[in-house]
């Protein structure tokens, strides 16, 4: 079945402990993305990848880091998470620039 | 920023009504697209409709998108209690950075 998958689902973590959010696809897309959704603010993009080794950061990629070192994987790396970055998180993927996107099932994430 | 401004905010239907949301955006844009989003869970696309298309149509989804207004509407015809869901629209601009612009989004009720 073509999909996204994310993991974890659920996090509580506490403040300053690093946390990666694993994301992967299985449709051979080129194109991978992260968003976060925050209630008053909908859904906004924290960075993405056109392929491999080429990221990019999207409207709020402060606190975040990522790779895309396999077409596979891209994963999200928080290193010092803080409690602004509780939100619900989403891995994205699409073909190419210009199809639609391939939501994961989200990553619901609490910073204490 | 938030270029998609979907109207109404809320609705609420009796199954068996057809149910019409708008969105309004203000760049130009390669496409524009439709989500479904179940209550804190992932994001279903729902219908693409690229810049050069006034309509689509898909099962009981029926899309329109008006360029020189830059206004689309989703119309659901029949609607079903598993309709019961948030709808957003999502703007796919001109820049090739692949980046979705959502909406707030409609949240839509169906009641049985």
């Known amino acids: 079945e073509a999909q996204v998958t994310q993991n974890p689902r659920y996090l509580i973590t506490v403040t300053g402990k690093k946390l990666t959010v694993t994301c992967s696809q299985n449709?051979?897309?080129?194109?991978m993305s992260w968003y976060r959704q925050d209630p008053g603010l909908g859904l906004r993009q924290i960075y993405y990848?056109?392929?491999?080794?080429?990221?990019d950061k999207g409207d709020v990629p402060e606190g975040y880091k990522v790779s895309r070192k396999e077409k596979r994987n891209f994963p999200l790396i928080l290193e010092s998470p803080s409690p602004n970055q509780t939100s619900l998180y989403f891995c994205?993927?699409?073909?190419?620039?210009?199809?639609?996107?391939?939501f994961g099932p989200g990553t619901r994430l609490t910073v204490l | 920023s938030q270029q998609g401004e979907e109207d109404p905010q809320a609705l609420s239907i009796q199954e068996g009504e057809n149910a019409t949301m708008n969105c309004s955006y203000k760049?130009?844009?390669?496409?524009l697209q439709w989500y479904r989003q179940n209550s804190g869970r992932g994001l279903v696309h729902l219908i693409l409709?690229?810049?050069?298309?006034r309509e689509k149509h898909s099962g009981r989804l029926r899309v329109t998108l008006d360029t020189s207004k830059k206004s689309s509407s989703l119309l659901i015809t029949a609607s079903r209690a598993a309709d019961t869901a948030s709808y957003f629209c999502a703007t796919d601009g001109s820049s090739n950075t692949g980046k979705l612009i959502f909406g707030q989004g409609t949240t839509l009720q169906v009641k049985p």
């Open positions: 449709m051979n897309h080129e194109y």
């Open positions: 990848s056109m392929n491999v080794e080429v990221t």
């Open positions: 994205a993927s699409r073909e190419q620039v210009g199809d639609e996107q391939f």
């Open positions: 760049t130009s844009i390669n496409n």
């Open positions: 409709i690229r810049s050069n298309e």
